[in-house]
């Protein structure tokens, strides 16, 4: 099992940053990827950004440039960095933690991020 748990999530005005954050702990392998997705109102979860325990990136058309996903495998923490903020941003992130070669998965419990024009 994998737990994980998010913070820094909130209300920001539009051109505003936040930082999220995920602390992962339990059975955790070397070898996974790491990523953001969200979901708002009667929409679709839709991936936002992954990176893999040896760093390597990939981000969703509607963010790139804006936000930058980063990890400490040390502390086993994945962040996104948000920035120029939009009110079409505003959804529930949740973390997602995917086992290489496994592919066993987990979810976290989801974090508000609402952007006001």
């Known amino acids: 099992q994998v737990q994980l748990v998010e913070s820094g999530g909130g209300l920001v005005q539009s051109g505003g940053s936040l930082r999220l954050s995920c602390a992962a702990s339990g059975s955790i392998v070397s070898s996974n990827v790491m990523d953001w997705f969200r979901q708002a109102p009667g929409k679709q979860r839709e991936s936002v950004a992954a990176?893999?325990?040896?760093?390597?990136?990939n981000y969703a058309d509607s963010v790139q440039g804006r936000f930058t996903i980063s990890r400490d495998n040390a502390k086993n923490t994945v962040y996104l960095q948000m920035n120029s903020l939009k009110p079409e941003d505003t959804a529930v992130y949740y973390c997602h933690y995917r086992a290489r070669p496994s592919g066993y998965e987990y979810w976290g419990q989801g974090t508000q991020v609402t952007v006001s024009s």
């Open positions: 990176i893999t325990s040896g760093g390597l990136r």
